[in-house]
Each structure stands twice: as structure tokens, then as C-alpha cells.
């Protein structure tokens, strides 16, 4: 399983911040209409040097002479500025250096982000370094168009890579500023002129608001509009004049492509092409967007065992290797079987075309092709002949073999050997299985290991003999799910009435178990608890079924899926939801005892848990009708049969012999509606079960068991202020029962008033309400407090 990542919390991008200055809000008065006025200042002395710079060339020298005249409109300081700007700096590029210092001077005033004012000096820098290499590219002496830098850095450029590498540089200076600056693709290189011309709308906002107004959604607060205002209009107007006709085109809206554009065409006009200008629109991550994804990425999934993270599973070793292990081929009785098998045959006349021996851990099937002619049904009905000449117990005659084409006998081996549970866990069919509950069974007759998936059956039915290998089959079972499921993965409820076969299992309380919360012992041995366990786990279902259903889920493999993806709310009372597995071990004793009132949420689970991770395993050693009643073998479509006693019991287990054919020991048949499989069940041993236990319940576990909801019963009305009005109909005659027999027992009013163990329950719990019996007193009956039937009659009238 895969752990969760450790919680690393993202350190955030390193920026480089500048030293903070903190100006007060009047020092930022002072400094941001400095900047602006500066900037005003740079601009009306650039423009003024295109008109006064030659006259003032010569005058520059005698700078700090005071009589010195200078043409410039800001005088000796316009004309320095621009000289130093212009001339010996960076040429008409210098207009952006006005631009910034202006913008910057907005910034302060505004108090706007300095890391945007930041980008645009960065890349402002960047525009005049470029352009004056661009203007001092076609000059070959210093100009003001290029400034002396623009034509120091070209002479340089151009000495070493020469005119043709200097265009290219220029060409790919101008392509990097675009691709990085305004997303350039590709794809959109097409759109780069008008890409570039919008985003350096952006920069400097157009004025000309007349022809194309983009109302910006995102310019909500007053300090962008108001830099909006400031922003200079660097483009280009259209060369010709827009016909008076055609009204300009009005862009109401800039949004993604996917919204309508709205575009408003003077009527009567006919409609001509229009040019639209379509926004490149930047792909958004829309997986980062969605919350769960979020959360999967900063948290990763959610690990139901984390809070077990350190749960070590059972090791191999906890499991016995046996001696008798492996499958040893006896050569003589294999040639000694085949001859008698050929032999029998042939006195009825049935010649053999082939014979083939596959060797089982306990059966080896001898595969027959009949000669041509032969009538299946001979051979079948021959089988109590042939088991008479082979002289051996459990042969079982398959014919035709399904999917086959052959006659299949199974004759049992003298020596079989033991199918350790070992070896099946170790399998890799088991452990490389991906079933959501695997549950190694045993070894096929063909020495395969068998493995099957409980959530698919999706509930067992196992019946068999006392003494045939039920009680291992069910350790094997859940063994195997120890060995693969992690304890938040699944969750057992035990019912065991013999009392000492599931014990051991106790000690996982914590980790495995599930219970109800007011009960002391996770592992149920009293019947009548069984009930109430079995009607709360039908509550459990219906819960479950809400999850899924408010989780729009179909089964809980999606619910658990989508939980751990983070897409259910935990506040929403959404959980991880663990299967839920039912063993009963002794069924016929529960129907014996509680009847109907086991059957119906038995039926009730049967018919619906499967989807929501509930599966039952009910084991029986009496397999007749009235145990395993129609509604009970029509939800329970998995049965496993080990030996029994009759045909008729392997009639109702299996829907047809064969199990009563089996030899013991965990030789079984397997069947999931379909075909019977031959299985001999994998063996566990108690010592085994016990170190594996031991292993897990010296761990750490869960607080508690896994609680399942409260289910108030009919019958638990312990409380002693039962209302008079609400009293059983039948109470008054239970009184009498009671207290002519003076036995306060419950049997005992099921017997004498023909009632279900619930009402009798309840009438005795009213009973000891009215002072008529005493409290429960464990297996002894109650005492009852009312000595005759005179004193009864007293007693009511009193009440009364
Ligand atoms: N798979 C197996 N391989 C080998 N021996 C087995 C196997 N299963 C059962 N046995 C043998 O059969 C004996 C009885 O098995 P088990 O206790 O499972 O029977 P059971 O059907 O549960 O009987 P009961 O119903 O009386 O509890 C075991 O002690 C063991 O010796």
C-alpha cells in the first residue's frame, strides 16, 4: 500500500526583495510628485532637443557659465539632461527612461506593488538597450536616433559578429522579449505583431478611447484605473482616416473566446468582414484549480492506515511447514488404479480410447476419452462399481469433465498429503492477487493453488459434517485475509456458539474487530446478541448506502476511491469505509434458537450489503432445509461443501451430490453457481492461528473495536418505568404462566403462549417492571415475586 508522502510544507519561491524603505505617507508625497514632475521635466527636454540640440551643442561646455544661453525650453539643465540622455546615452530610446521615472512616480503616490514597477524597469531597461542598438544598427556615426551607446554597442557587435549576426541578434532579442514577455507560442506567431501591440497597450493604456474601449473586469480598485489614465498610448494610429459610414467597431466585452462576443454593427449596413482581434487565451491548469486535486497534490492521497502506519503484517515464517507436504507420485498405485479402472470398465463393455492421470493433493483425477459410441449416462451410473472395484471411499465421476470433453474419475490417494496454509499464502497467485478480500482456499486437484475473491461471491455458505474441516476452512479464510488486509482495510464480526473456535481471535479486538458499542466482548457467543448485531449491521448498511448515495457512488470501491482522492468531505460525515465481514460459525444453532428474527437480517444482508462492502460467511454442520431455507441459498450463490452424511445434504448445500462423495479432512467442493471445483482446503492449525494473533495484538492498535451503530432492540427495554397503556397485549396471561409455574423464563412463555423471543423478551422485561419477576439473573430463570394467582389479581388492582 502505498504511504502517504510525509507533509511537506511548500517553502515558497525565494524573490529577491529590496531593502524596504518605509516612507512615511508624506515622504511619499515629496518623492512620488518628484518622480513625476521629473519625468515630466526628462520628456519636455528630450522633445525640446530635437529642436534646440544642434544649437546648444556647441554651448555645452560653458555649461556653468551663467551667460551662456541655451535654446532649450528647461535651459542649461534641459539641455544637459537631454546631451546626457539622448546624445551621449541611449538616443530617442531615452523617452522611455521620461516614461519610467513618470510611472515610478505614480507607483510611490499610489502606493501601488513595487515588484510590478520592478518588471517594468527590468524590461523597460531591456527595450531601450535594444532599440538603441536598432536605431544605431543603420547609423554609421553617433546620432541621436542611437545615442552614443547605441553606436558604441553596434560597432562592437558588428566588429565581432558583423552586420548580418547584429540583425540576428536584434531579430532574436526582439523574439525572446515577446515569447517571454507576451506568451509567444508557436502556434501564435502568427498573432505576434498584434499580441505584442496589445500588451504594450497594457503597458501604456490607450488613450484614443473612441475606437476600441477593453473594459478590463480586473481593473476594479481606483489605483489601476488611475495608472490607467497615466499609461501612454505608444500605438500606432491607422494610416488612413475611418470612413464616415461604418460606425467604429465597439468591443463590449474582452473575454475568453468561450464567452459570446458581443459586437455591435451599424444597421443597414451589409455585413462586410470584420477583423477581430482574438485574445490569446492562456491554457489554465483546470485539474490545479479543482480543489481535490489540491489537496491529493499538497497532502496526497488520503492513507486510511496511516494512523496504523507502522502495522507490520504476519510473516510467513508464524505459518508451519509440514513433512508431508508435496505431492509425491506413487508409480504402482497409479498403474494399480488405472488397471482396475480399464478393467471395470471393460466388463461393461466400455472401451477406453485414453486414459491421463493429473495427481491432487488428496484425489488424482484419471481423465477417460471413452471409445466412440459409449453413452455418458453408462459410465456415470457405473460409479458405485467402479468405487466397489477400486475399493476406495470418495470416488466421484465427473462426465463429461466441463469445457472438457472427458470422463473425469477422482479416486482418493492412499497417502494424501497436508495442503499447508504456507504454501498458499506463499503462492503468488495469492500474494501478487490485486482482489479486494483474497482468501486462499487450498490447492485444486491439479495442484493449483485456489484462490478467490470473497467481495466477488460476494457471501459464503459453507456446510459439512461435524469434524470435516469447517472449522480450519474458516481459519484459512480468515487467515488469508490477515495476511493481505490491513487492519483500517476490513473489519470482522465473529459469531461463534461452540464458544472456543473463533476465541483466539480476541486478541485482534482492536485491530480486526468490529462490535456493538455497548458490548464487552467483540466475539459474539451469545445467540441473542447475534440479533441485535445483525440488526445493527443492517443499519450500518443503510448508512452506507446514504455515503454512496449522497457520494453518487455506486459501490464503496468508488466511494473509497473518491474518499481517498479527497473528494468527499470527512465534514460531511464521509469516511473510509472498511469491508465488513460476517462468519457465523454454527448457523443452525442461531435458526434453532432465534428463528426468523435471524433469517430476516440475514436475507436482508444477503440481498443488498454486496455493493456496500458487507459480506457474510455462514458456516453450518446441518445443512437440512430449515437451516438453510430458500431465501438464505438464493442470496448465497458461493458454497463450499465439505463432507457430508447424505446425499440430501449435499443436495442442499450444492444443489447436487458429490459432497457426500468427499473423504474428510478438508476435501471439499467449491462451487460460485457454476461448476464444482474439487479443492482440498488449505490447513491452519489452532498453535498456528494463535501466533499469528499474537503477532498482530502485540501491535499497536485502534483505541477500540471498530463500533458499529446502536441498535436499541424491541427486547432491550430494560428500564423499569415501562408505561402501564404500553403493555403487551398478552401480559396479563404471561403473568399467570409465570406465576403458576413460578419460572420466570422467557422460554417458557414462547412455549406456553406460542410467541417469538423478542415479545416473549419484552413481556418478561414488563413483567419485571409491574414487580412480578425479579432482575436477570444470567442462565438461571427469574425469580418471580408473586407468590399465587390471588396475590397476582391484588398486585394488578393495586397497580391500577
Ligand atoms: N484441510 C485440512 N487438512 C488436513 N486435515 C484437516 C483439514 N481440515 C480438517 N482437518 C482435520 O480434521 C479435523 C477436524 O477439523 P475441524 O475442526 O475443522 O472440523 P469441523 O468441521 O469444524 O468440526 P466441528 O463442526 O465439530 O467443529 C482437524 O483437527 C484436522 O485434523
Redesign the pocket.
Known amino acids: 500500500m502505498a504511504k502517504r508522502k510525509p507533509k511537506t510544507k511548500k517553502t515558497p519561491r525565494k524573490t529577491f526583495k529590496l531593502p524596504s524603505f518605509k516612507l512615511s505617507n508624506q515622504q511619499k508625497l515629496v518623492l512620488g510628485s518628484f518622480l513625476v514632475i521629473f519625468g515630466i521635466i526628462l520628456c519636455i527636454a528630450f522633445i525640446s532637443f530635437f529642436f534646440t540640440g544642434e544649437a546648444d551643442q556647441s554651448n555645452l561646455t560653458h555649461f556653468t557659465n551663467r551667460n551662456t544661453e541655451t535654446k532649450n525650453w528647461l535651459s542649461k539643465t534641459g539641455a544637459w539632461l537631454s546631451d546626457l540622455f539622448i546624445q551621449r546615452g541611449f538616443g530617442v530610446a531615452s523617452f522611455i527612461f521620461s516614461g519610467l521615472i513618470f510611472l515610478s512616480g505614480i507607483y510611490v503616490l499610489m502606493n501601488l506593488n513595487t515588484a510590478k514597477l520592478r518588471k517594468h524597469w527590468f524590461w523597460g531597461t531591456l527595450i531601450v538597450i535594444w532599440l538603441s542598438i536598432l536605431f544605431g544598427f543603420f547609423k554609421t556615426n553617433t546620432d541621436i536616433l542611437g545615442g552614443t551607446v547605441g553606436f558604441e554597442l553596434n560597432s562592437f557587435l558588428q566588429d565581432y559578429i558583423g552586420k548580418i549576426g547584429t540583425s540576428l541578434l536584434l531579430l532574436f532579442g526582439l523574439i525572446t522579449y515577446l515569447a517571454i514577455r507576451f506568451k509567444v507560442t508557436f502556434e501564435s506567431i502568427t498573432n505576434l505583431f498584434k499580441s505584442a501591440k496589445k500588451d504594450l497597450k497594457e503597458e501604456f493604456a490607450d488613450a484614443n478611447k473612441d475606437t476600441i474601449i477593453p473594459v478590463d473586469n480586473n481593473l476594479t480598485d481606483e489605483a489601476e484605473a488611475f495608472k490607467e489614465a497615466f499609461e501612454i498610448n505608444l500605438e500606432k494610429q491607422p494610416e488612413t482616416k475611418p470612413e464616415p459610414t461604418p460606425e467604429p467597431v465597439k468591443v463590449v466585452k474582452t473575454e475568453p473566446i468561450s464567452a459570446p462576443l458581443e459586437v455591435n454593427v451599424a444597421e443597414g449596413e451589409e455585413e462586410e468582414e470584420l477583423e477581430m482581434q482574438v485574445e490569446q487565451v492562456i491554457d489554465e491548469d483546470a485539474e490545479r484549480n479543482n480543489l481535490a486535486n489540491k489537496l491529493v497534490d499538497d497532502f496526497g492521497e488520503f492513507d486510511p492506515t496511516l494512523e496504523l502506519s507502522k502495522y507490520q503484517f504476519p510473516p510467513l515464517d508464524l505459518l508451519k511447514k509440514y513433512d508431508t507436504e508435496g505431492i509425491t507420485i506413487n508409480q504402482e498405485e497409479l498403474e494399480a488404479n488405472k488397471n482396475r479402472i480399464v478393467e471395470t470398465l471393460s466388463n461393461y463393455k466400455i472401451g477406453i480410447a485414453s486414459i491421463k492421470a493429473t495427481i491432487g493433493p488428496t484425489v488424482t483425477l484419471y481423465e477417460i476419452v471413452p471409445e466412440a459410441g459409449i453413452r455418458i449416462s453408462k459410465i456415470k451410473n457405473l460409479e458405485d462399481d467402479i468405487a466397489l472395484s477400486l475399493s476406495a471411499l470418495g470416488i466421484r465421476i465427473i462426465a463429461p469433465i466441463p469445457g472438457k470433453g472427458t470422463i473425469g474419475i477422482e479416486v482418493p490417494n492412499t497417502n494424501s498429503t497436508?495442503?499447508s496454509m504456507r504454501s498458499v499464502i506463499a503462492a503468488k497467485k495469492f500474494q501478487g492477487s490485486d482482489m479486494h478480500l483474497p482468501i486462499a482456499l487450498?490447492k485444486t486437484i491439479s495442484n493449483e493453488t485456489f484462490v478467490v475473491d470473497l467481495a466477488k461471491m460476494p457471501h459464503l455458505l459453507m456446510a459439512?459434517a461435524?469434524?470435516?474441516?469447517?472449522?480450519?476452512?474458516l481459519n484459512a479464510i480468515l487467515t488469508s485475509l490477515l495476511y493481505k488486509k490491513h487492519p483500517a482495510e476490513v473489519k470482522f464480526i465473529l459469531v461463534d456458539p461452540?464458544k472456543v473456535?473463533l476465541t483466539l481471535f480476541n486478541k485482534i479486538e482492536r485491530h480486526y474487530l468490529a462490535k456493538l458499542p455497548d458490548s464487552e466482548e467483540a466475539i459474539i457467543t451469545d445467540n441473542t446478541k447475534v440479533i441485535n448485531t445483525l440488526n445493527s449491521l443492517c443499519i450500518e448498511m443503510d448508512n452506507r448506502y446514504e455515503l454512496l448515495k449522497n457520494a453518487m457512488c455506486r459501490n464503496i470501491v468508488e466511494y473509497n476511491k473518491k474518499f481517498k482522492d479527497r473528494k468527499l468531505n470527512p465534514n460531511d460525515g464521509h469516511q473510509f469505509l472498511p469491508y465488513i465481514v460476517l462468519v457465523v460459525d454454527e448457523f443452525a444453532d442461531l435458526i434453532m434458537t432465534a428463528g426468523k428474527e435471524v433469517e430476516t437480517p440475514i436475507a436482508r444482508l444477503a440481498q443488498l450489503a454486496r455493493a456496500i462492502g458487507i459480506h457474510l460467511i455462514i458456516a453450518t454442520?446441518r445443512p437440512s432445509v430449515n437451516v438453510i431455507t430458500g431465501i438464505i441459498k438464493a442470496n448465497f450463490p458461493a458454497r463450499i461443501a465439505?463432507r457430508v452424511t447424505s446425499k440430501i445434504d449435499s443436495r442442499t448445500i450444492l444443489d447436487g451430490s458429490g459432497a457426500d462423495q468427499l473423504i474428510?479432512?478438508?476435501d471439499m467442493l467449491y462451487t460460485q453457481g457454476n461448476d464444482l471445483i474439487r479443492v482440498?482446503?488449505?490447513?491452519v492449525d489452532t498453535p498456528e492461528v494463535e501466533k499469528i494473533t499474537d503477532y498482530i495484538g502485540s501491535q499497536k492498535a485502534y483505541p477500540e473495536a471498530y463500533l458499529l451503530p446502536e441498535y436499541v432492540g424491541e427486547e432491550s427495554g430494560t428500564s423499569l418505568d415501562i408505561d402501564i397503556s404500553d403493555r403487551d397485549k398478552l401480559f396479563k396471561d404471561a403473568a399467570v404462566v409465570i406465576v403458576t409455574a413460578q419460572q420466570g423464563s422467557a422460554s417458557l412463555l414462547q412455549r406456553k403462549l406460542k410467541l417469538g423471543y423478542n415479545r416473549a423478551g419484552r413481556i418478561i422485561d414488563q413483567l419485571e417492571a409491574a414487580g412480578i419477576v425479579g432482575p436477570f439473573e444470567g442462565s438461571k430463570a427469574r425469580q418471580v415475586l408473586i407468590p399465587d394467582l390471588i396475590a397476582l389479581d391484588q398486585h394488578l388492582e393495586n397497580e391500577i
Open positions: 497436508i495442503v487450498g459439512g461435524t469434524g470435516q474441516g469447517k472449522s480450519v476452512g461452540k473456535e454442520q465439505f474428510g479432512r478438508g482440498q482446503c488449505a490447513f
